[in-house]
């Protein structure tokens, strides 16, 4: 494939498609945001914490317990991302799966490394 692509000499390209593709291109800032956002995706240990909040919304005590590790740090990286969201009741904090994109990106990527 590498070679197919040190031959292309743009003799022949297909100027329609580059300028369709030109024209749906977002901005810089947009697709620098969404590889930022992957990257948090990139992580095993939030990962983790995706995994069990797709599952049940839990307090961090329980996160902790159950993955057996200190969390704050990731979830703080979670929450600025704006993948998970909290809800206090009393003392305890709640986390959850901020919105049903969050559970859709999860749900595929299982999918995905699942076939």
Known sequence: MDAEIERCEFIHAHEEIVNKVNSEMPDDEILYDLAELFKIF????????????FESEMC???IAQLLNMTISHQLRALKQSKLVKYRREGKTVFYSLADGHVRTILGQGMEHVAE
């Open 42 to 53: 990139g992580d095993s240990t939030r990962i983790k914490i995706l995994y069990v909040l």
């Open 60 to 62: 961090v005590c329980d």
